[in-house]
């Protein structure tokens, strides 16, 4: 079982130089997986990543939100998907299986229904989840350009503590911890080890 987020940016076309929002994608993608054959990014503003461990789709997708929203004006849209494998391509859009299908499919119905998140493939509960999800975007499509920062810098430096991600943005540790509550950080955290909790006892299950 794997997972693949399928994505395009919001809004990309206001900026004529494209790279502003291009290069930070890039590197979230980078960060995320080294193996450059587990993402590409497609068509201009669309983007496929393979998350192998099923366990990190949505807070890997909170941190390309994260990434993409420190650019003013624009937002990501993420469709999820959990499933099989059953082929492997020389790059990850040719690659196949029910993962692959469940992102792809889901992201067309995204467009459709102006949604930002959404997950299919957890089986009985997607319903569940996917109402989580629709509550916590709410919060994330709400984020300034301070708070998808913090939310970026903790994600990437886990094991820091407020006062060491404040001297990296360059303020105190009270405005960290203030921007880190705008962000509803500890809420995200909470829906994901939520979600993870569920997906794992579904699966648990079904064997």
Request: aromatic residues 6%; positive net charge; hydrophobic residues 40%.
């Amino acid at each position: 079982m794997t997972g693949v987020i399928t994505g395009d940016i919001i809004n990309s076309t206001q900026y004529e130089n494209s790279n502003i929002w291009l290069a930070p994608l890039k590197e979230a993608l980078k960060t995320i997986s080294t193996n450059s054959k587990d993402w590409e990014i497609y068509r201009g503003d669309s983007f496929q990543i393979e998350i192998k461990d099923i366990y990190n789709c949505f807070i890997n997708a909170v941190y390309i939100k994260a990434c993409v929203k420190m650019i003013k004006g624009l937002d990501v849209r993420m469709a999820i998907g959990i499933g099989s494998k059953t082929y492997t391509g020389a790059s990850v859009t040719e690659s196949n299986g029910s993962a692959f299908q469940n992102s792809g499919d889901l992201l067309e119905f995204l467009k459709q229904t102006k949604t930002n998140l959404k997950i299919k493939g957890a089986g009985s509960i997607d319903n569940e989840l996917n109402l989580y999800l629709k509550l916590i975007n709410i919060l994330m499509d709400n984020w300034s350009v301070n708070s998808a920062e913090v939310v970026k810098l903790h994600l990437e430096n886990k094991n820091k503590i407020q006062k060491e991600i404040a001297e990296i943005i360059g303020i105190s540790q009270d405005a960290v911890s203030k921007r880190m509550k705008r962000a509803y950080l500890d809420e995200i955290l909470e829906v994901n080890q939520m979600l993870n909790s569920k997906i794992a006892q579904t699966r648990k299950n079904i064997k």
